[in-house]
């Protein structure tokens, strides 16, 4: 017998009740993305910005190409973003020393006080959200995330996970 919760099978959702999960899943994602996009405002940076900013953070010397697939955007927007940022005094690009065609990435010490400001503001959010809705549902929220990725990207979140970067 399928686990019941609030009336509703949890194996089988109606069109309506995935909808509802749809516009639940666009107004949290635009919750969830308002306090960085204030701080970004004011320095005239967007999303892709914080996005390249998280992920450099999380893997001090990735290379371009890596942060390219992480990200999923093409190589001319990423360069957009990053000699912006390069410029702005926010990233460091280094030679490669294996390879020199390679370019590893790095945050300055104004781009760690950056992504500091852009992280606070989005945990404060989770944490109160994850702290009111209890442990097992954020155990079951992060199950839903992970089913919805593509598998390659998956792959790729679960290594980032497993390896505590």
Partial sequence: ???????????????????????????????????PDRILATMAYGRAHHRAVHFIARIPGTTVNNL????????????????????????????????????????????????QKLSDAQRGRMRTAYRNAGPEAVAGFRKVLEAMMDPEMRRRYQAMRDKGT
């Fill in 1 to 35: 017998m399928p686990e019941r919760q609030g009336g509703e099978t949890l194996l089988f959702l109606t069109d309506e009740q995935l909808r509802q999960g749809i516009e639940a899943m666009f107004f949290a994602y635009q919750g969830f993305t308002a306090d």
């Fill in 68 to 115: 390219l697939a992480i990200l999923g955007v093409t190589k001319q927007s990423l360069n957009r973003v990053l000699r912006t940022l390069i410029e702005d005094g926010l990233v460091e690009s280094r030679v490669g020393t294996v390879d020199k065609r390679e370019r590893h990435l790095y945050l300055t010490e104004a781009g760690k006080s950056l992504e």
